[in-house]
Each structure stands twice: as structure tokens, then as C-alpha cells.
């Protein structure tokens, strides 16, 4: 009988406690995910489209938009949000849910996945903030020509949603060749 408790005992404990899931089934804590795209998935891919492809917001997974935006930019972005759009803050230091880890995953996942250097050719992508002021009337003709009928004459939206209220400004001000969605135009300054 001894021997039989002996067994018994040895082979609960080869199973694991009664009632505890095996290590494989645990359930991973939100915090703990660091996996890009099931973070990706989770908190972002419902504004920014699947493979950050746009939705109801900036293409984020853009060649372009990655040539143009460094790393610091990007996170700063999921961090803290953008004041007066519909971005919130992702990291847990501004009220959001993601770990200082997880926001270095998305940013590192968004350039591993879907920045292409070799997409511009030999073009050189503008800086993501301008060195000198551009030219603010020759701007407003342009978009007076091009755009207003669609964006309304402050850019806020008409036929088409507004481009100043859920864009990075930045991206608009570095940006030196358009390609408007509904119309395929090509401005340049």
C-alpha cells in the first residue's frame, strides 16, 4: 500500500495539479502579447486597414510613408496619440493599454513588414519636416485646383472626408507629390 501511494502521488504530480491548464494552454495576460501582427490586429489594423494598408485613416504600412516617418515619429504617434483626431494614445504612460515592449513590436513590426527602401527607386523621399517654409500661396492655388471641390475650401470635407482633421500634418507638409484616391491627379509643387 505504501508503494501504491507513492505512485499515485508521482503521477499527479507528472500531470500537472488537478484543475491548472497545462502550460500550453495558459492564457497569455494582453500585456504579455509580442506578436506584431496579433498586436497589430488588435489595435490598430480597425483605423488603419489590414497590412496598414489605410481604412479610415493614414496608410501607415506606405513605402512612403515609412521612408518619410522615423521610428521616433512613429512611436511618439502610438504613444501619445494625435491631439484632435481620432488617434488615441496606446502607451500605458499616456492612459493606454500597451507596454513601452509592445510599442517598440509595432514600430519595428511596421518596418520589417511593409517598409520596401528599394519602392522609391532612385528617388530621394522629402524630409518629414520641411527645412525652409514652402510657398503658402502657390499651396492654396494647387489645392484650390485640384482638391477643394472634393475637400471642401478648408480642406475639412465635402463630397470627400477631410484631409487636415485624420492625417498627420507633417505627412501632408512633406509630402511634394499627391495622388488623390478619387481622381488619380498628380500634384507637385
Not at 501607415?60 to 513605402?63: E, L, N, R, V, Y
Given at each position: 500500500?505504501?508503494?501504491?501511494?507513492l505512485?499515485l502521488?508521482?503521477g499527479?504530480a507528472?500531470c500537472?495539479?488537478?484543475?491548472?491548464?497545462?502550460a500550453?494552454?495558459r492564457v497569455?495576460?494582453?500585456?504579455?502579447v509580442t506578436?506584431?501582427?496579433?498586436?497589430?490586429?488588435?489595435n490598430?489594423s480597425?483605423?488603419h486597414?489590414?497590412?496598414?494598408?489605410g481604412?479610415?485613416?493614414?496608410a501607415?504600412?506606405?513605402?512612403v510613408?515609412?521612408?518619410?516617418?522615423?521610428?521616433?515619429?512613429i512611436r511618439?504617434?502610438?504613444e501619445q496619440?494625435?491631439?484632435?483626431?481620432?488617434?488615441?494614445a496606446f502607451?500605458?504612460?499616456?492612459g493606454?493599454?500597451l507596454?513601452d515592449?509592445?510599442?517598440?513590436?509595432l514600430v519595428?513590426?511596421?518596418r520589417?513588414?511593409?517598409?520596401r527602401?528599394?519602392?522609391?527607386g532612385?528617388?530621394?523621399?522629402?524630409?518629414?519636416?520641411?527645412?525652409?517654409?514652402?510657398?503658402a500661396a502657390?499651396?492654396?492655388n494647387?489645392?484650390t485646383?485640384?482638391?477643394?471641390s472634393?475637400?471642401?475650401?478648408?480642406?475639412?470635407?465635402g463630397?470627400a472626408?477631410s484631409?487636415v482633421?485624420?492625417?498627420e500634418?507633417?505627412?501632408?507638409r512633406?509630402?511634394?507629390?499627391?495622388?488623390?484616391?478619387s481622381?488619380a491627379?498628380?500634384?507637385?509643387?
Open positions: 500500500m505504501k508503494y501504491g501511494a505512485i502521488v508521482a499527479l507528472a500537472g495539479s488537478p484543475g491548472r491548464p497545462a500550453e494552454t497569455i495576460r494582453p500585456s504579455e506578436d506584431f501582427r496579433v498586436l497589430y490586429r488588435q490598430c480597425g483605423c486597414g489590414i497590412d496598414g494598408q481604412a479610415l485613416t493614414v501607415i504600412g506606405s513605402p510613408y515609412l521612408a518619410i516617418a522615423d521610428n521616433a515619429t511618439r504617434v502610438i496619440g494625435r491631439p484632435g483626431t481620432a488617434m488615441p502607451a500605458k504612460t499616456a493606454g493599454m507596454t515592449t509592445q510599442v517598440d513590436v519595428r513590426g511596421m520589417e513588414f511593409w517598409a527602401p528599394a519602392a522609391l532612385s528617388d530621394k523621399p522629402p524630409a518629414y519636416t520641411a527645412s525652409q517654409p514652402g510657398d502657390r499651396g492654396h494647387v489645392f485646383t485640384f482638391c477643394s472634393c475637400h471642401g475650401s478648408d480642406g475639412r470635407g463630397r472626408g484631409i482633421e485624420f492625417r500634418p507633417s505627412w501632408l512633406a509630402t511634394s507629390t499627391f495622388r488623390c484616391r481622381t491627379r498628380y500634384t507637385t509643387p
